[in-house]
């Protein structure tokens, strides 16, 4: 199972949107609608941001949003805050036996 | 509050084996599928395997089938990881990682266990 295909990087000022981007296969992102996506800050555990594509976790503001077309998923972060910038990863459910996947993962820079 | 705290990451030579351990606290742990989530320092999240709340299924990445198994004691609220013939490419952070059942994320995550695998 090949991992996901992120942007290496996106950037924005504060206050701005960024979108990142997650594609994969109909095996995957296409195939189910169990894309997540984590945000993980150096030296720290990933924490979960969005669920079931679009669904955010109690306690995630509504600045994080997420959205699938085809097999693409897009994870877009509105109103960009310094506490923004870390890395960003999407996660697909695959099916049973190789059961998930992983972007190549995004640092989000803030400006 | 959930708590999931990894422990026995050390350094071990190519060839060798290990086993990992991970404490659940603040939910109830038997109410969870969980899974082992690794992470190559400077690099990328891979999924590892996965063992629901019964342990009636487990299944594993490519990369690691054969070589590792996943168990857990829900008596002890624990979930372990037996991994062995480690190579190099096995170095990495260690993370275990909780999903509600009948979910497909991870919805709670320790803060992981370095294994470095080197001679």
């Known amino acids: 199972q090949s991992a996901l295909t992120q942007p290496r990087s996106v950037s924005g000022s504060p206050g701005q949107s960024v979108t990142i981007s997650c594609t994969g296969t109909s095996s995957d992102v296409g195939g189910y609608n169990y894309v997540s996506w984590y945000q993980q800050h150096p030296g720290k555990a990933p924490k979960l941001m969005v669920y079931?594509?679009?669904k955010r976790p109690s306690g995630v503001p509504d600045r994080f949003s997420g959205s699938k077309s085809g097999n693409t998923a897009s994870l877009t972060i509105s109103g960009l805050q310094a506490e923004d910038e870390a890395d960003y990863y999407c996660c697909s459910y695959t099916g049973h036996y190789t059961s998930y996947v992983f972007g190549t993962g995004t640092k989000v820079t803030v400006l | 509050e959930v708590q999931l705290v990894e422990s026995g990451g050390v350094v071990v030579q190519p060839g060798g084996s290990l086993r990992l351990s991970c404490a659940a606290s603040g939910f109830t742990f038997d109410d969870y599928a969980m899974h082992w989530v690794r992470q190559a320092p400077g690099k990328g999240l891979e999924w590892v395997s996965l063992?629901?709340?019964?342990?009636?299924?487990?299944y594993y990445a490519d990369s690691v089938k054969g070589r590792f198994t996943i168990s857990r004691d829900n008596s002890k609220n624990s979930l372990y990881l037996q991994m062995n013939s480690l190579g190099a490419e096995d170095t990495a952070f260690y993370y275990c990682?909780?999903?509600?059942?009948?979910?497909?994320?991870?919805?709670?995550w320790g803060q992981g266990t370095l294994v470095t695998v080197s001679s």
């Open positions: 063992i629901p709340w019964d342990g009636s299924y487990i």
């Open positions: 990682a909780a999903s509600s059942s009948w979910t497909y994320y991870f919805d709670s």
């Open positions: 079931d594509v679009s």
